[in-house]
């Protein structure tokens, strides 16, 4: 059968006919905001590379999370920035002083409902700004991922006793998510689920964020841990790893141009499957909306039901706020 007896233009003619055959649809539920935690008192202060994105101190966060989770959004993806930074990143692990476990207590409080997810890695709170211990092997600085395993068992172990509701694995470290699970179920967390960063590529995507979380390394990159960027099929391993180890939700991160990889993941293994929408992917949208070159709402949702399409279930953006706002007008 062909044309004219076929016409799909026919299903497109209102929006009731289009609504009703409309195969993917963007809800507030599927929406994980970041944020950015200053250890400090007080503090509000702009990502120059992110319009709209802020580094809050844990009082401004609490307010902020309420605002939220008042829009809908039930889940946030918690980034610290410690007062300081060591060769291990401490920070992570110090139960009492460490900016998370403050920052867990404190939304727990504010906003007891709110599901608190912990990005679990040390670039942030290192002084070389890589994502584990570093050693030198033949003269150069590398990292070492055995070593790193027994601090991402120390952190997300303190992440849980201060009340983490999920942990979120972003380090690339071979053997996490194993040493996470066993970490968490000796220490009587074994209901706590992991979102495993699975599929995370050594992108340049990041720029922004690196400066949102003072994050950046020192010297060098984090090709020697994160995928490379042409790979896919090694994306399906690294997905299976997790799965084994573990893992309850799987994430491919960056998001727009990985979207092969997300479609691939979700057939392979039709497990929960997040996206990141990273830090770049937004700033490109909010400079060409700020220079009038696109129109910002159209093209976020346009992104974000893209997404779904793609086969992502969840997505971490930093458009969260706004998505919430315009999917409910
Ligand atoms: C930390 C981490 C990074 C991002 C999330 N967790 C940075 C990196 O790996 O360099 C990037 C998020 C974004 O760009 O929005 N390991």
């Given at each position: 059968m062909n044309y004219p007896t076929v016409r799909l233009s026919r299903l497109r003619a209102g929006d009731t006919l289009r609504s009703m055959v409309r195969e993917t649809s963007l809800s507030v539920s599927d929406l994980i905001a970041p944020l950015f935690i200053h250890h400090a008192d007080n503090v509000k202060k702009e990502i120059s590379s992110m319009p709209g994105q802020f580094q809050l101190s844990i009082n401004h966060a609490a307010e902020y999370a309420r605002r939220l989770f008042d829009m809908g959004i039930k889940s946030l993806l918690l980034f610290g920035i410690p007062a300081h930074k060591d060769s291990v990143g401490c920070d992570t692990w110090d139960?009492?002083?460490?900016v998370i476990q403050r920052a867990l207590r404190a939304l727990h409080r504010a906003v007891p409902d709110m599901l608190l997810i912990t990005d679990v890695c040390f670039c942030e709170y290192t002084d070389h700004g890589h994502c584990g211990v570093m050693v030198e092997r033949e003269g150069k600085m590398v990292l070492d991922h055995d070593a790193t395993l027994d601090n991402l068992a120390l952190q997300v172990v303190s992440h849980a006793r201060a009340g983490a509701d999920m942990v979120a694995p972003?380090?690339?470290?071979?053997?996490g998510v194993g040493a996470i699970r066993d970490a968490l179920d000796n220490a009587g967390f074994g209901h706590l689920p992991i979102m495993a960063y699975?599929?995370?590529?050594?992108?340049?995507?990041?720029g922004p964020f690196r400066e949102a979380a003072e994050g950046a390394p020192q010297f060098g990159d984090r090709r020697s841990y994160q995928m490379d960027i042409p790979n896919s099929n090694e994306a399906l391993r690294e997905v299976e790893l997790d799965i084994a180890q573990g893992a309850d939700i799987v994430m491919v991160k960056p998001a727009l141009a990985y979207m092969d990889v997300i479609r691939r993941i979700k057939d392979a293994f039709g497990m929960p499957t997040a996206a990141y929408n990273v830090s770049g992917e937004y700033a490109m949208v909010k400079a060409a909306a700020a220079a009038g070159w696109l129109e910002e709402k159209a093209v976020v949702l346009e992104i974000l039901t893209s997404l779904k399409r793609a086969g992502a279930d969840l997505l971490i953006t930093y458009h969260a706020a706004d998505a919430a706002r315009w999917l409910s007008l």
């Open positions: 139960d009492e002083k460490g972003s380090g690339m470290i071979d053997g699975s599929a995370k590529y050594a992108s340049s995507f990041y």
